[in-house]
């Protein structure tokens, strides 16, 4: 009896063995194990050699029907290129039409044609989802601008541009979160929710019960509670425990506009740095990180995207606006200490720069939140707080040292009439608070930067912006 159970286990290790070594070098398609016999002690097992053939499944890019053979152009969505299927004329079928979902059965074949290594010989194709290519808005061989395939934001992600858009910004997505892992940050989930307003511009989205039933009291959560416009000051609770913090997430703001630069939801990746007592340490990561996101999605998606190698050169770093003050060049609106750059000034920084990353820094008092620190550097009276102005966008990047002095900062939430409001940030600085600083970036402006798309709502999948919330 224990021979028997010592023989069954060797057998099984064996082929256990052998099938993940075949599962491990990619080549357990050619393998399978079968029953070689049965009896009470249990089921025996052999391997078995198939000859090589494959299943794939897709949508039809193309078809090409010729008297001798049926050509198909399959794609599954995980790259710009497709498959070409090869199929007896007799497997041509009307259901088989551009845009219809296919499961096909084959081998894989070396190719003759210079342009593809291998194509797939099929013995079977089977439509599992037709597509009417006289209602399907998409034609074959013709290409849609962004502006026509964004009326339809149920389809567009079967076009070749919006599916490589997409590709982008999920590699995008993990070259983010690779870089901060591999810097040592810790990941916090920040509240959607919040009863805090981080920016205080009052472009916000109130949070509300549809039906409040026999609710006595105004609100559900017992204060006015929000759609969050930034992680920050949750971070910044965060990094009086972590030297290194950030998120990813989506904000909210209820701006009426429906311009190109302009999106209701959008995703931000922010974060906060303890123990930094200057704008150049700030600066370092917020270029690391573009540097880092840009170089590893160009190696990852090469046939989606241009090598746009001048996004990863390093920026020039401006402290001042008198570029602009001497500037022969007409602004509509006037260049002087104390206003705020607008998309005109920060188009105008870049072009004359080179048309490479900028950083500006060190802004006046007056235009930045409570929360940025005194540079207490009279008469100019600025702030230590920086941006980075990117080509055709204008800021990808907002950050700033914050003010962890705990007078200088309840003096200036006093002035705003917010002090009572921020109790809890005020008393962050009593308990362990130390220098610290951050940064947000808007993640499809930074898209619409590394592929130049000129409209920010051809960078999302389903954009919301004032007076749209299609599906």
Known sequence: MLKSIAVFYLEFLTCFTLFLLCFRTGEHTNWCL????????????SIF?????????????????QKKALFLDVNDGSSLRSL???????????RLTFGSAVEISGSLEKSLHEKQNVELQATEVLVVGECDPLNFPFKVKERHGLEYIRQFPHLRCKTNTFSSLLRVRSAATSAIHSFFKENGFVHIHTPIITSNDCEGAGE??????????????PYFFSVPAFLTVSGQLHLEVMAGAFPCVYTFGPTFRAE???????????YMVEAEISFIRSLEDLMVVMENLFKATTERILAECPHDIELYHKHVAPGHRVRTINILTHSSQSFAFKVEWGNDLQTEHENYLVKHCGNVPVFVINYPYELKPFYARDNSDQ?????????????GIGELFGGSLREEQQEMLRARLARAGMEDAYQWYLE?????????GGFG??????????LGVHNIKDVIPFPRFSHSCLL
């Open 84 to 94: 070409q299927v090869v199929a007896d004329p007799g497997l041509a079928h009307r």
């Open 428 to 436: 962050l600085r009593q308990f362990g608070s130390v220098p610290h």
């Open 34 to 45: 079968k029953p070689k016999s049965s009896s009470p002690r249990g089921v025996r097992w």
């Open 379 to 391: 008469p100019e009276h600025t702030v230590a707080a920086v941006d980075l102005l990117v080509p």
């Open 441 to 450: 970036m808007g993640f499809e402006r930074y898209l619409q930067c590394v």
């Open 49 to 65: 050699p198939l000859h090589p053939q494959y299943r794939t499944a897709g949508w039809v890019r193309s078809v090409r029907s």
């Open 204 to 217: 916000i989205f109130h949070v509300e019960v549809s039906n409040k039933g026999d609710q006595d009291e």
């Open 256 to 266: 009426n506009s429906q311009s190109r630069r302009h999106l209701a939801e959008f």
